[in-house]
């Protein structure tokens, strides 16, 4: 175990990555000084229910919160409340907060995660709003009263989770994405995003999807959005907007720190930065072990498990690749996705296991012959098996309890 200095650890951000960090840090006998840096007023709390069925009523902090005062008490951090990082200096191992403070450190950890990508048209109006903070979930709550005109802009997890809470409060929702399949980021295949678009027009949700549906400005009456503008020249009509053009990791403090900062902070397979400097979370892109790329995953179970990891490794001074099989999760309308691996680098899918129309399934993603990811609903058990493959071999033939079904679907990565 190393021996901490006097100025011990700084850790910038403090979500679910940064908080994390703390934690792997005193779980593993760190007892140096802990500082946590978070640019909103709030204690950590947790970001995915955001755009899920908490939007159905007033955000709740007591809902959210990832930890409560008297356990970040017994982790003996200090926890720094609406201060933002403004620069870094690595050579005086020193960083610069808005507010004049300069804080030294022996470590530093990167957990600053994202933010929501400008897009080109879209102005500062009322009605207008992002989801990244709880604050802007409450004011997206207070306009999502029923009969109102919702326009979802772009499509992704968070525009289609969003999309099916306003359907079910009684808002019309129109969903206008560039991209041709409503979860294309996503890579879960063209058969399951068209399962899903089905899912949403049952609903009475509105899709456009394709060039054609880029949005290129908005109309307003009075300082109000009331419609929006795209590229085929129509408008439609909008009382409220949801900016969902996803996101850009948050580095522009790190400008002149001498990191690679070109696509989030550029790490080795450990998660290092630079010297006693570490990225973790949304903001991190390191060579996975397991797939030989460079990898950046915005989701929130890397976010803790990358915490853990490197709060483990400053502690104990050994380091480690990280190499966790990322995990996300989706709830559409009562139905529930839970998907493992690395979906985007799929050429087929095969159905394992249910139908769609029964609602309970398993998908999985392969690339030639390895299994590179798998996607289910109500499927428990099946997931818990493949996850377990994808985390040793990736061999689809090295378990026998993988289902034996394995119906073609779409063959062409999405």
């Known amino acids: ?55 159905t009523g007033p955000p709740e902090l007591s809902q959210l919160h990832l930890s409560t005062p008297q356990r970040l008490s017994q982790l003996q951090v200090q926890v720094l409340r609406g201060a933002a990082a403004e620069r870094l200096s690595i050579p005086q191992r020193t960083v610069h907060l808005d507010d004049g403070r300069a804080l030294t ?30 604050d802007e979930a409450g004011a997206l709550h207070a306009d999502l009263q029923a009969g109102r005109r919702l326009v979802v802009l772009g499509g992704g997890l968070v525009g289609a989770e969003v999309a099916a809470v306003a359907a079910i409060l009684g808002l019309s929702v129109t ?11 996503a890579g879960v295949g063209a058969d399951l995003d068209a399962h899903l678009l089905d899912l949403h027009q049952q609903h009475g949700v509105h899709v456009r999807t394709g060039p054609d549906a880029q949005a290129i400005g908005l109309t307003e009456e009075h300082g109000r959005v009331t419609g929006v503008r795209t590229a085929d020249g129509t408008v439609t009509p909008a009382d409220v907007l949801l900016v969902a053009g996803g996101s850009a990791p948050a580095v522009g403090w790190l400008a002149g720190s001498g990191l690679d900062v070109s696509d989030g902070v550029l790490s080795d397979v450990c998660l290092r930065a630079g010297e006693d400097v570490y990225a ?10 397991r797939t030989g790329q460079l990898e950046r995953v915005e989701h929130r179970s890397n976010a803790t498990e990358q915490g853990l990891h490197v709060g483990q490794q400053i502690a104990t001074g050994v380091a480690c690749p990280f ?7 989706s709830r559409q309308f009562g139905m529930t996705l839970h998907a493992y691996g690395w979906l985007r680098r799929h050429d087929h899918v095969r159905l394992a296991e249910g139908s769609f129309a029964e609602g309970k399934f398993v ?10 990811g798998v996607v289910g609903a109500r499927s428990a058990r099946s997931l818990r098996d493949l996850r377990k493959v994808l985390e040793t071999t990736g061999d689809l033939s090295a378990t026998a309890s993988v289902p034996g079904r394995s119906d073609e679907l779409d063959v062409s990565r999405r």
């Open 105 to 134: 450190y022996e470590h530093l950890v990167l957990a600053t995660g994202v933010r929501p990508r400008p897009v080109p048209g879209i102005t500062a109006l009322r009605g207008v709003h992002h989801l990244r903070t709880v």
């Open 175 to 185: 969903v206008l994405c560039r991209a041709q399949h409503l979860l294309a980021g």
């Open 363 to 372: 998908l999985t993603y392969h690339h030639g012959d390895q299994l590179v």
């Open 280 to 289: 973790v979370g949304d903001v991190c892109r390191w060579p996975h072990p």
């Open 323 to 329: 190499d966790a099989v990322p995990y996300f999760w």
């Open 1 to 55: 175990m190393t021996s901490p200095g006097q100025d011990g650890v700084v850790i910038v951000g403090a979500g679910a990555a940064g908080l994390a960090t703390v934690e792997g840090l005193r779980a593993h006998g760190y007892n140096g000084a802990v500082r946590l840096i978070g640019d909103e007023a709030h204690l950590p709390y947790d970001r995915p229910p955001l755009s899920k069925d908490l939007l």
